[in-house]
């Protein structure tokens, strides 16, 4: 199952809201999915609220029924092309004038849908705040799992009134959401790990918000490792390439003048070098028969070997 489809789940447990905050979120579930049919049955339109998740129909139904006062009808949709899922419709039991009523919505019957920014009292308090973002996620959200290349949690936001409401929600929280015109709706995203955590938190989503930033500690650790790593092979490599030169320059002398030709301080770190080519700096002033040397005295002697040695080389060279 999806990070996101793991996330709506969660969220549709949440149980024991208080009744303002279940009509808040029964206001966004209406205000995104919602759309004006004609019920054939009662002779007249009817608003129907679908969803392609079982769990959100399921809480669409009890927030009708406790909202509206009566049950709505579900009614499931199979889709027959392959590997699709259902599609679970909630028909309200009001005329969609009630419900927009009810629902503090505005209503564009040409349009067949509620349109706008819902009634600001609908998300005056901060709980109803909370739940209307919530389920407008249940509606319109994605987001993608942690593990994912990039953070991305998005919301469709249908019109500009209604964007800038959810932006203001967003804001409410100290959220900076990003906008995308897209000729279906405007669309809020986030970008950053730690907004989209705190947006899964004020929506309830905890046991995915956990999840999510168990995964981000693991790869933001990983990242770090891995430049360490790299770091650290990069050092190694120009060591040793360091070191295969030093006793290409001491082979040189050894082969030519002879080791006996050196002043004593070079002449111990060349033989030193030739017996532990794989020492380090430091290590090489340790080994020496002569007491420890410091890493700048070695290097410094180093220096002079190979000043030496292409003093050789280059009488070696033909004319
Ligand atoms: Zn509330």
């Not at 809201?17 to 009509?23: E, K, N, Q, V, Y």
């Not at 039991?93 to 919505?105: D, K, R």
């Not at 290097?299 to 030496?308: A, G, P, V, Y």
Request: aromatic share 4%; hydrophobic share 40%; net charge positive.
């Amino acid at each position: 199952m999806s990070f996101a489809r793991e996330a709506k789940n969660e969220l549709t447990r949440i149980q024991d809201l208080p009744a303002c905050c279940r009509r808040a979120e029964l206001s966004a579930l209406a205000r995104l999915n919602g759309r004006i049919v004609d019920d054939e049955d009662a002779g007249r339109p009817a608003v129907e609220i679908a969803t392609e998740n079982a769990a959100i129909a399921r809480r669409i139904y009890v927030h009708v029924r406790d909202v509206l006062g009566a049950p709505g009808r579900v009614i499931v949709r199979k889709n027959r092309r392959l590997r699709k899922n259902n599609t679970y419709v909630i028909r309200l039991p009001l005329p969609p004038e009630a419900v927009a009523a009810h629902l503090g919505l505005r209503l564009d019957s040409a349009a067949g849908a509620f349109v706008g920014a819902p009634a600001d009292e609908v998300t005056k308090k901060t709980c109803c705040k909370r739940s209307y973002l919530r389920a407008a996620f249940l509606a319109r959200g994605s987001v993608n799992a942690p593990s994912a290349h990039s953070y991305h949690l998005e919301l469709t936001a249908g019109d500009g009134d209604h964007a800038d409401r959810l932006e203001a929600l967003f804001r409410h929280f100290g959220l900076l959401p990003r906008r995308l015109v897209r000729p279906k709706g405007t669309i809020l995203y986030l970008k950053e790990g730690d907004q989209i955590t705190e947006f899964l938190s004020l929506i309830g989503a905890h046991n995915s918000l956990f999840r999510f930033e168990d995964v981000r500690i693991m790869k933001d650790m990983r990242n770090t490792i891995n430049r360490l790593v790299n770091a650290e092979t990069a050092n190694l490599n120009k060591a040793v390439r360091a070191a295969m030169a030093q006793v290409r320059d001491i082979t040189l002398i050894q082969e030519t003048i002879g080791l006996e030709a050196l002043p004593p301080k070079l002449r111990e770190v060349a033989e030193a070098r030739l017996r532990h080519p794989e020492a380090n700096l430091k290590e090489l002033g340790e080994l020496l028969p002569g007491g420890p040397v410091s890493k700048s005295g070695i290097n410094h002697r180093l220096r002079k070997i190979h000043e030496i040695a292409m003093k050789i080389q280059s009488t070696r060279r033909p004319m």
